[in-house]
Each structure stands twice: as structure tokens, then as C-alpha cells.
């Protein structure tokens, strides 16, 4: 050990720091969102500071010596026991979903708050030489809570919540942008319109939502029939692998790279930060709202919308809410109102949008506009990232190829009368989303005219009340199942859903079932699955970074697809 810290000491001391632990070297001059590979991110420094930490990998968990690891380590203030007294708080900050802020929730042994990317690999480090698994946290939005919770209670488990890595670095010139995975959507729209006003991001609508998960599962928003996915605009990443490694794209390789840009968080290691290519927006945006009840003709609104949606001009946007007895159509145009009228006159006349129905604005004003629903909110909302979850809610989706027949909308009217009634919510694709290949990145859906949502959202925390909207979303998701994708039917893994089935390991510490993973993993990513567990066998062959719908390893020592530590 003493040989070992004398290696670390003269390594780091070349770089100008005085009496090191590995702690210090996240402040070695030269790292920077410019140069983020460390230049001394070497297998021999790597291997001392794990030296330093244990003696050798441990083979089995140990939770005390992982947490004494931790604090030798980090410093003070960031690493979170069940025992101190801020960690319900540290917790529950960026927890979304009421339903699983319980006593009976399985919760982290340790919630470690980095602040630098360097607390990330000690993290990772300490975890590998204890037998304590790490997941990463960015906006709290899983919608299954995976980020933070687990459905075992016996497996111990920490978190490495990344929400004060949020730094964010807009380059007008090149048009791009390092942002850190726990900076919200919100602060990167902030932080792009501060510096252009002709410069935007194609992902989603909400808020809150952390950058890291939302690219990690492909990510879409408003301006997807126009530029694609939020992910297809990621040009490189820096991660923490499952050696504790810091990996740029070069350094991960293409498969690594191909991977995280839509295989879904906590599977391949913890993306740190983004480098993004920024889109050009117009000066003039166009946004309507407009309802249209059941008894105004929605019914045939909703199947004609099927044809019309995913066949609009790619500046144009046409998506759908549908809740009590009311179909509420919100359209972003990439322009000024003439043109989207003259267009929906042209292509959807039976809406009856007119110049009265437009309102004209600039690009960040419209992110506001669709995020709170209204006009003339300052744009410094989008920098308020919530403290308390308010609600619980369940969410499921599918992916429609075909239209739906009328006489199934018009049978859906029944459902929104029902006790527990939620909502449903219908993007429409098209446009580059239909250009582009199915196996581009790992998400295979690009081909469907729209994604389906269901959502049931309630603030009664009785069970009655729990139990009539889970099963309301349940029922309506059943009752489809005839006019969505088949074989398999499709689901969206940044909607996580559980319903689909979760994973299964072997004995102790045993790898994980590909076939029991495929149930899940082949709705979510069809064909790219198979990819994506090669990968995995490639990159975390232990299963170093696992969770209850984390990709498992491929065809690794074990039998049947199965995978053993």
C-alpha cells in the first residue's frame, strides 16, 4: 500500500499537487469540458488508486469497507449514509413520482452527490473493489424509479446522483454544446437561447427532465419531424466505465458510442457529459392550441389525424392530448402563422385552424409556451428543477404503424368517464425520423406514423385511489393491443415500464437471464436488443452496472445466455 501511494504521489506531484489522494486527481491541471480526458488517465494510475482503496477486488459484498472506501476518498459533504440526517432530502430532490417515496421502497445504502467527474470513478472504484453496484441518477424522470430504487431489498446498491454536474458550454461558432448529464433540459434551453436566439435543441417538452437519461434513451420532442432524435445530435460523450475508466468517443469505440445514445441509462457505464450539435431555429415560430370535443367531430378528427400527422411538412409538428371528452391539438411551426395555416387549410381542413387560432414567438418563448402553457412566462422558470415529487403517476406506451379504425376512438370516449381516467398523448412521426435507419442508434421505432402514451396521474395516496388509476392505464393499454406494433409490441424505454417484465439473475451474485431480459429488452429495442447485450458482454462483462431493466451480457460463460460474475 505504501509502495502504491508513493507511485500516486509522484505521478500527481509532476503535475504541481502536493500530497495527493486520489480525490486530487480530478484537479490536476488540464482536465476541462475542452480536454476531458484526463491527460493522466492511465491503467497504471487507475490501478494504484484502486490499490490504495483494496488490497484486491473484493468477490463478494462488503458494505462497510465500500463506504470506508467512500469517505477515504471523496470529500467531506458529498456521500450521503442511510443514517445522515440530509438524506431523505438528497433523496427525494429529484424523485418525480409519489409512488415511490415509501418506508417499504428499497433505498440506497449510499447516495453519492458528485460534484466532479472524478467522484464518479471513485464511486464506480469503490463499488467494483466491494461488490456494491452503482446507479446513476440525472433528472429523477424513470418513470419506474430505477435510478434510485430497487425492487430487492437484499441487494445492496448505491446511487451516484449526478444533479450538481450540470455545467453547460455553448460554442456559437461551431454550434454546439458540453453539457453535463445532470443539467435539466430546461437549463440547456436556457443556457442556448442566452447565447443565440437562432440557436435550439430537439429534445422534449419537459422541464425537468435530466439531460443525462433523456439522452441515454434516445430523447424526442417537438422538433423531431424536423432534425430527429435528441441522440442523433450526440457527436461525443465522456463516461465512467465499469473499470472507472474517464472514456471520450474515441476512446469507448463506435459499438460503446452507438450504445448509450439511446440504449438506456445504467446498462454501460455513467455518461458524465454530451457534446451536442445544435440545430438552427427560425427568428419566428408558430404555435396553436386548439380543442375540438367529442361531440365537435373529434372521433373523426383522431382518424383522420393518423394520415395527416406523420405527412406534414417537417417544419410542422401536429400532436394530440386526449382527455375527459376533449381531443386538444398542439402544433409547433418552424415559421411564421400564414404558413402553418396555409398548410393545415391545404391538408387538414376538418381542424379549422385559422389565423386567429396562431400565436408568433421566438423558439426558447415556445419551449416556455408548451412546458406551462401559456404566454409571457420568463424564461428563467426553465432553471426551477422542483424539490418535492407531487404526484404519482403511471405511464405505458406503444408505437402505432397502422391507423386506428374510427370506431375504436369513437369507443374510447367510455374509457375518460371511468373513475381513475388519465390521459392519452399521440406524437406523430414522419418527416427525418422516416429517413433515417432503424439501427442508426438503438432506437428502432423510427419507421411508426406515432407514439402512443397512457398516463394515469393521481394525489390521493390511498390504495383505492392507486389502484382504480393503475388499472385504468393497465385496461386502456389492453384494449389497444390489436391496433398497435405486434411482434413485439413496441414500448419506449425512456417510459419505462415494468409491466413488461424485469430481469433475473442467477444465485448469488449470478449474471443475468438474456432470455428473461428479451421479453422486455426486444419491445424497447426490437432487433438492435441482440446489439446492444453484445456490447454489454464487451464492455461490462461483469455486470458491473446492472438494474431491474438493464441490458444484460450476450453469449459470456454461464449456459442459456446467462452471464456469472
Not at 440506497?108 to 467527474?117: G, Q, R, Y
Not at 446498491?157 to 454536474?165: G, Q
Not at 394515469?456 to 393497465?474: C, I, K, L, P
Request: proline share 5%; with cysteine.
Amino acid at each position: 500500500m505504501a509502495v502504491a501511494r508513493s507511485i500516486l504521489v509522484a505521478l500527481l506531484a509532476a503535475s504541481g499537487v502536493a500530497s495527493p489522494t486520489c480525490q486530487d486527481y480530478g484537479e490536476i491541471p488540464g482536465w476541462s469540458m475542452d480536454h476531458p480526458v484526463h491527460p493522466l488517465d492511465t491503467p497504471l494510475l487507475a490501478a494504484v488508486c484502486i490499490a490504495i482503496s483494496s488490497a484486491a477486488a473484493a468477490t463478494s459484498v462488503n458494505t462497510t469497507d465500500f463506504v470506508g472506501c467512500l469517505a477515504l476518498h471523496l470529500p467531506p459533504g458529498i456521500v450521503y449514509t442511510q443514517s445522515s440526517e440530509s438524506y431523505s432530502s438528497v433523496l427525494e430532490f429529484s424523485i418525480k413520482n409519489l409512488r415511490f417515496v415509501t418506508p417499504a421502497t428499497p433505498t440506497p445504502l449510499v447516495i453519492v452527490k458528485a460534484t466532479h467527474a472524478t467522484h464518479v470513478r471513485v464511486a464506480v472504484r469503490c463499488g467494483a473493489a466491494h461488490g456494491v453496484r452503482v446507479r446513476p441518477r440525472s433528472g429523477g424522470h424513470d418513470y419506474e424509479g430505477l435510478s434510485y430504487r430497487s425492487l430487492d431489498a437484499a441487494r445492496s446498491f448505491a446511487v451516484v446522483d449526478l444533479a450538481a454536474l450540470r455545467a453547460i458550454r455553448v460554442d456559437v461558432r461551431s454550434r454546439s454544446a458540453w453539457v453535463e448529464s445532470g443539467a435539466t433540459l430546461g437549463e440547456l434551453y436556457y443556457g442556448i437561447a442566452n447565447k443565440s436566439a437562432r440557436l435550439g435543441f430537439p429534445a422534449g417538452v419537459g422541464p425537468t427532465v435530466g439531460v443525462g437519461g433523456h439522452l441515454s434513451g434516445g430523447g424526442f420532442g417537438l422538433m423531431l419531424r424536423k432534425h430527429g432524435l435528441a441522440a442523433d445530435h450526440v457527436v461525443d460523450a465522456i463516461m465512467v466505465d465499469a473499470k472507472g475508466r474517464l472514456l471520450d468517443r474515441a476512446a469507448m469505440g463506435e459499438d460503446h458510442f452507438w450504445a448509450i445514445r439511446g440504449g438506456g441509462g445504467g446498462s454501460f457505464g455513467i455518461v458524465v457529459s454530451w457534446k451536442l450539435l445544435l440545430v438552427r431555429v427560425p427568428a419566428t415560430v408558430t404555435v396553436f392550441t386548439v380543442h375540438r370535443p367529442r361531440n365537435q367531430s373529434a372521433s373523426d378528427l383522431l382518424t383522420k389525424w393518423q394520415h395527416v400527422a406523420p405527412a406534414l411538412p417537417r417544419d410542422i409538428i401536429l400532436r394530440v392530448v386526449v382527455q375527459n371528452q376533449d381531443a386538444q391539438f398542439e402544433s409547433l411551426y418552424l415559421g411564421r402563422c400564414a404558413g402553418v395555416v396555409a398548410t393545415m387549410t391545404k391538408m387538414f381542413p376538418e381542424l379549422g385552424v385559422t389565423r386567429r387560432d396562431c400565436i408568433e414567438m421566438s423558439w426558447i418563448e415556445s419551449v416556455l409556451y408548451f412546458a406551462f402553457y401559456g404566454t409571457g412566462k420568463p424564461k428563467e422558470l426553465l432553471l426551477d428543477r422542483g424539490t418535492k415529487p407531487d404526484r404519482y403517476f403511471k405511464g405505458k406506451s406503444d408505437f402505432v404503424h397502422e391507423p386506428i379504425p374510427r370506431d375504436v376512438w369513437e369507443s374510447t370516449w367510455s374509457w375518460f368517464l371511468e373513475d381513475g381516467a388519465g390521459l392519452l398523448i399521440l406524437d406523430p412521426f414522419g418527416g427525418r425520423m422516416g429517413r433515417v435507419a432503424s439501427s442508426a442508434t438503438p432506437f428502432p421505432h423510427r419507421h411508426a406514423l406515432y407514439n402512443l402514451q397512457y398516463y394515469g396521474f393521481w394525489w390521493d395516496n390511498t390504495t383505492e385511489a392507486s389502484e382504480q388509476h393503475m388499472s385504468w392505464v393497465r385496461g386502456v393499454h389492453r384494449e389497444m393491443e390489436p391496433y398497435v406494433s405486434k411482434s413485439p409490441r413496441g414500448a419506449y424505454v425512456n417510459y419505462k415500464d415494468l409491466d413488461l417484465g424485469v430481469n433475473e439473475y442467477g444465485g448469488d451474485g449470478g449474471g443475468t437471464s438474456y432470455e428473461t431480459a428479451r421479453v422486455w429488452g426486444e419491445a424497447y429495442f426490437k432487433d438492435n436488443f441482440e446489439r446492444l447485450a453484445a456490447v454489454k458482454a464487451k464492455v461490462d462483462p461483469s455486470d458491473f452496472f446492472r438494474n431491474e431493466q438493464s441490458i444484460p451480457p450476450l453469449g459470456l460463460p454461464g449456459g442459456n445466455g446467462t452471464t456469472q460474475n
